[in-house]
């Protein structure tokens, strides 16, 4: 199945095909410069398809275009961050 990730305000949703909310990721802004990411969620029924994993990556990619850092907070976003080594440039140290 395929999902689409738009932007909140706060937030990162995917949606299914159906246009339900199937997962999120929320973050808040520390001061100007880092996003802690503070929540990933995905309903069960569609755990498993990559859709948390691609959550976090939205985050890190705004953090990117942005010049910001991230701070991840949440368990699973803390598991994304020691898994892949792209996400060290924008990891808050």
């Known amino acids: 199945m395929s999902f689409e990730y738009t932007q909140e305000d706060g937030r990162f949703v995917a949606k299914d095909k159906e246009g339900l909310e199937v997962g999120e990721v929320t973050y ?3 001061g ?3 996003l802690i990411i503070n929540h990933t969620g995905v309903d069960p029924a569609n755990r498993g ?6 959550l976090v990556r939205q985050v890190v990619e705004k ?3 942005e ?3 991230v701070e991840p907070v949440c368990s699973f976003a803390q598991r994304e961050f020691e898994r ?3 996400y060290q440039e924008v990891l808050k140290k």
């Open 67 to 69: 010049g910001l850092k």
């Open 84 to 86: 892949k080594s792209e």
């Open 49 to 54: 398809q990559g859709v948390a994993e691609e």
């Open 28 to 30: 808040t802004r520390d």
């Open 32 to 34: 100007d410069e880092v």
């Open 63 to 65: 953090a990117k275009k």
